[in-house]
């Protein structure tokens, strides 16, 4: 998983706009890879969890490598061409509040399409 997104979300203008009232912090996980992302306004941090009682994420998003591996591709799968389709056909799993994911759902997908794919696309 790729953790230098900062460059690739700067070339976002619309994303940033989106994100400047943003405060959510949550994990993508990858058959046992974990990522820690926290969106506060105009910042965004990713980097691997800590285990000195890192302070609990609003949600996670979890899918085996071969389900992200798909989700990368430039034309992916049914099922596979979206975070919400993942979690609709069972390729992927979410736990945790929905509320923040929700409410930030475009932020949270220019983020994980850039994790994935180098892109922040949604």
Request: proline share 6%.
């Amino acid at each position: 998983m790729r953790t230098d997104i900062a460059p690739i979300l700067a070339a976002h203008p619309g994303l940033w706009h989106r994100a400047r009232f943003a405060r959510l912090h949550f994990e993508i996980a990858s058959s046992g890879e974990r990522l820690r992302v926290r969106v506060d306004g105009q910042q965004v941090l990713a980097g691997a969890p800590r285990d000195d009682g890192d302070e609990a994420c609003d949600f996670v998003l979890s899918a085996p490598a071969q389900a992200w591996d798909q989700f990368a591709r430039t034309m992916p799968a049914p099922g596979f061409h979206d975070i919400l389709a993942m979690i609709e056909t069972g390729n992927a799993r979410f736990s945790g509040d929905g509320l923040p994911f929700f409410r930030n759902l475009f932020v949270v997908k220019g983020i994980v399409s850039a994790v994935f794919r180098g892109e922040a696309r949604w």
